[in-house]
Each structure stands twice: as C-alpha cells, then as structure tokens.
C-alpha cells in the first residue's frame, strides 16, 4: 500500500512540476524570453509525436504477448524506424536554420532535447509494461519535476536576476539523461540477453507502421490546436503576448491532466472489458459513473483555478500578465469541455471506433484553424484562445453525437443477466 501511495505521490508530483514551471518562468523571465520558450516547448512537445509515429500503440500490445527475453531485437528494429524518422526531422529542422528561421543555437537544443525527451518516453513506457510501474514513475519525476525544483531553488538564490534559456534547457536536457540512464539501468536484465543477431523483422515494422498510421494521425490532429495556437498569438500579434498565453493555457490544461490522473486512467479499463463482454446494463451503468466523477472533477479543479488565480498573478506581478487575465475564462472552460470529451471518446475507444474518433478531431482542429483565421486578424490574442474554447466544443459535441449514433445501432450479444449466469457456468 505503501509503494502504491509513493507511486502517486511521484506521479502528481512530476505532474504538478508542469504548473510551478509555468508560473516560475512567467515570474522570472523576461516577457519575451517566456514567450520564446512558449513556443519551442510547443515545437518539441509536436516534434516528440512525429519521431515517434504513434508506434507504440502497436509495439506495447505486442511486446505485452511475448517473453521479455524475446524483447532485444524487436527494441533494435524500433530504434532503426525512430532513427530513420529523427534524421528526416533533423534534415527538416536544418532547412529552417539554413532559411534563417531560427538560429543555430536553437536548432542545437531543439535536436538535442527531441532525442531525449523521445528516448526517455519510450523507456517509459518499456518500463511500465514490463511491470516496473515505480521505477517508471521515478524516471518520469526525474525528467518532469526534478529539475524544474532545482531551477526554483537555482532562481530564489538570486530572485533580481531572471532566468536565461541557457539554464531552463541545460538542466532539463541533464535531466532527460539521468532518466535515460536510470531506465536503462532497471531493463537491464532484458537488454542484455545474447539474441541481438536476429534479422530485422521487416514484416513486424510495416505491420506495425500500417497499424499505428490512424491513430498517428489522430494524435497529430489532436495535438495541432495545442501548439499551433502559441504560433498564431505571435503570428496575429508579437513574441511577447505567448508568454501570458501560454501561461493561462498551461494553468487551464491542469484541468485535463488531473482529470485523467484521478479519474480516466481507472475507469476507462472498465467500459472495454464491459464492452468486449457485451454486458449493456454493466457498461451503461459505468458509462453514467465515469461521467459523474469526470463532471465532479473537471468542476471543482476549475472552481479551485479560478479562485487561486488572483494569488498567482499577484506573486507573478507582471503587467503584461495582468492585463491578459481575460484570457483564463476561454481556456478554462475549454479544457472542462476537453475533460467531458474523454468519456464520450473512450466509449468509441472501446467500442474500436479508432476512425470515428479519428473524424471528431479532424472536425475540432478544422473549427479552430478556420476560427483563428477568421477572428485573428481581429482580436488577436483573444481570438486564438475562443477559438481553442470552439475547438473544445466541437470535440465534445462531435464525440458526443457519433457515440449516441454508435449505441443506438450496436447491438449487444448478451445482457448483463445472461453474462452472469455465463460467468457462473464456466466457473
């Protein structure tokens, strides 16, 4: 029980990490520094999706079938696609510094933290799935809230002065490292195995691409609203509105993240295994459950953000935050729309509605980009972050509606009676 609450202890702390780095930078750093950062963490966070392919939807059910010592050359033959795709990315990435797009420096740390953050990700993930859960929730606290203590500790030794990039990317790069080093260090055991001489399985490689394309287009889709936005404020506006942007946006995202830590990740397991067993009464009786307690969540950590937000800005005192306060109403209630959409979508999730989904998201990103578009010019700021909150909307209503569409032609093979009596059967 004890390793269990440390276990969440370390997750809502590497979670919690992400908020106090958001409001540090904004206390620290020049406007305009802020908003830099703003957009590169936008750029690398996208760039990590795209090295990676989604290929881990496939890879991770697969792995999970087969003996850890069978493990080595099939991680080889998954570094081979991430290299390949890394060096598209990096040869894309150098054409931007050939342009003079951005400078040398920041393609160097751009380059140096996506191998990383990429590299640690997947580790990961190879740690929780080979049942190293504490190890992985360790790794992550490393890479995620250790060195965002030691940049607040390293800022209050001389609060007068601001924090430059140089030191934000140098310790997150050492601790993306140390992450690296430490999973490595507990999948030894399967790591080392003499089996390496195993041809390239390239039949495993295209049937995982083909399998993970979908839902790699889903997550670029997805994930397209959330950072282009940060490159439309300072393409409508200036380098100096991102960084009380991004600031808001990262305080209103704590309403999903910590919606899916305390709620989703539990409940969603239920309404597949529900669902694969085809109990009606069982899996509408969580459907209703896992939306009360998203509802009741989403709600209150809203209600907490927006009642502590005052206390935030007062200890960031900076007039450029100050006045774009407005921007939290949107963005709040933008990701209470984007918690509820969980419950709609992980009913299609478990229903295998991989392209359903893959149609509601297509439709929120196209709400957006037309909505920034439409309104940029205008309003601004203020304009990217309705249009997220529009966005959000559509998600919601989309998911919502092709899920009540799905239900009502599905049709159940058993009920939860005859599912029971089943059960007691074959036992």
């Known amino acids: 029980m004890s390793g269990r609450l440390f276990n969440l202890g370390l ?70 696609i991430y290299s390949m795709t890394f060096a598209l990315v990096s040869a894309c990435a150098f054409s931007f510094w050939v342009a003079g797009v951005i400078s040398g420096k920041t393609l160097i740390w751009l380059l140096l933290l996506l191998a990383s953050e990429h590299m640690a990700q997947e580790l990961n993930r190879l740690l929780i799935i080979s049942g190293k859960v504490l190890q992985s929730s360790i790794a992550l606290f490393i890479r995620s809230g250790l060195w965002v203590l030691i940049l607040a500790v390293l800022w209050m030794t001389n609060p007068n002065t601001p924090l430059q990039l140089y030191q934000v990317f140098s310790l997150w790069l050492c601790s993306s490292i140390l992450a690296i080093v430490l999973s490595l260090w507990c999948m030894r055991s399967f790591l080392t195995d003499d089996n390496i001489n195993v041809p390239v399985d390239w039949v495993r490689l295209r049937t995982g691409i083909r399998v993970s394309a979908i839902f790699f287009v889903g997550t670029l889709m997805l994930k397209l609203s959330s950072s282009a936005d940060r490159f439309l404020v300072e393409y409508f506006v200036d380098l100096s509105a991102v960084g009380p942007y991004v600031l808001y946006a990262g305080l209103a995202g704590a309403i999903v993240a910590l919606v899916d830590a305390a709620v989703v990740v539990y409940d969603y397991p239920g309404l597949i295994r529900a669902w694969q067993a085809g109990d009606e009464q069982q899996f509408q009786s969580l459907y209703r459950a896992f939306l009360r307690r998203v509802m009741l969540y989403a709600l209150a950590i809203a209600t907490v953000l927006a009642v502590s937000l005052n206390p935030v800005l007062d200890f960031i005192d900076k007039q450029e935050v100050l006045e774009a ?92 009676l005859q599912f029971n009596q089943l059960s007691h059967t074959t036992t």
């Not at 909307?393 to 049709?411: G, P």
């Open 11 to 80: 997750r809502i702390a590497s979670l919690g990490s992400r908020f106090l780095l958001a409001v540090l930078l904004a206390k620290s750093m020049r406007v305009e520094d802020f908003g830099f950062y703003g957009l590169f963490a936008a750029a690398l966070t996208y760039l990590v999706y795209v090295v990676g392919l989604d290929f881990y939807t496939y890879n991770v059910r697969d792995l999970v079938t087969r003996p850890m010592s069978t493990w080595r050359p099939l991680l080889r033959d998954q570094c081979l």
């Open 325 to 416: 306060w407005p921007l939290a109403i949107p963005l709040i209630l933008a990701n209470v729309l984007l918690a509820l959409a969980n419950v709609p979508h992980y009913a299609l999730y478990a229903a295998g509605q991989d392209r359903t989904i893959l149609t509601a998201t297509i439709i929120s990103t196209t709400v957006f980009l037309l909505a920034a578009i439409m309104m940029g010019p205008m309003l601004g700021t203020t304009a990217i972050a309705w249009s997220f909150f529009l966005s959000s909307l559509a998600v919601l209503l989309s998911k919502a509606t092709l899920w009540r569409n799905i239900r009502r032609k599905h049709t159940w093979t058993i009920t939860s």
